[in-house]
């Protein structure tokens, strides 16, 4: 197969990242009728895929996630993928024209996921991981928890997180400035969110 044209791999490179998550306001998100007027345009900028500055400029997002800092199972940061050092154009554009940047956490699997809530210890250093964070990078302006948990999880994983959230929410809102809180819901699996940590981000 012939090589595709820097074009087309221009085009496929902005769409790939410009197709990215339409989502309410999650403040709506418990509700059965959330307020159409708060829909927001929301960006992922991946790692292996970081967006062309000129891109973020004509995007017209809303927000921008960066797309991932993976979580390791005793709540520290098992990969960064480079951040924030290695994105400093980008986390710079954003400042620039005013697009709110955040940092996604991204826990995956399982096994994993009980783990990580297994453990008050590991819980407890997840909080503090998320809160240097933000507290060391003047540009990021919240947090993206994702959670990408499909199967079945204990009681007491599900009470942790769910007692973690509001623990978190309150934090980052604590802040000057205040830093905002949102997560990604996985369809298809088992609810990891009750109303009441929703109503939190």
């Known amino acids: 197969m012939p090589p595709l044209?820097?074009?087309?791999?221009?085009?496929?490179?902005?769409v790939t990242w410009t197709s990215a998550l339409l989502a309410a306001c999650l403040a709506g998100?418990?509700?059965?009728?959330?307020?159409?007027?708060?829909?927001?345009?929301?960006?992922?900028?991946?790692?292996?895929?970081?967006?062309d500055i000129h891109d973020l400029r004509d995007s017209r997002?809303?927000?921008?996630?960066?797309f991932e800092i993976e979580l390791s199972t005793n709540g520290g940061i098992?990969?960064?993928?480079?951040?924030?050092?290695?994105y400093s154009r980008l986390?710079?554009?954003?400042?620039?024209?005013?697009?709110?940047?955040?940092a996604t956490l991204t826990l995956r699997g399982q096994q994993n996921f009980e783990s990580l809530f297994g453990s008050p210890e590991a819980v407890d250093r997840l909080l503090a991981t998320c809160l240097a964070l933000v507290e060391e990078d003047p540009y990021l302006q919240g947090l993206q928890l994702d959670f990408e948990q499909y199967d079945e999880a204990s009681p007491?994983?599900?009470?942790?997180?769910?007692?973690?959230?509001?623990?978190?929410?309150?934090?980052?809102?604590?802040?000057?400035?205040?830093?905002?809180?949102?997560?990604?819901?996985?369809?298809?699996?088992?609810?990891l969110y009750d109303a009441d940590s929703l109503a939190e981000a």
């Open 5 to 14: 044209p820097a074009r087309a791999l221009d085009k496929g490179r902005r």
């Open 29 to 51: 998100c418990a509700s059965d009728a959330p307020n159409k007027a708060q829909l927001q345009s929301w960006g992922y900028a991946s790692w292996w895929l970081p967006p």
């Open 61 to 66: 997002f809303d927000r921008l996630a960066f």
């Open 78 to 86: 098992a990969d960064a993928h480079g951040w924030p050092d290695a």
């Open 91 to 102: 986390r710079e554009a954003a400042a620039r024209l005013r697009i709110p940047l955040d």
């Open 156 to 191: 007491r994983s599900l009470d942790a997180l769910r007692a973690f959230v509001p623990r978190l929410a309150s934090a980052l809102h604590g802040l000057s400035p205040a830093r905002k809180l949102s997560v990604f819901v996985p369809t298809g699996g088992p609810k």
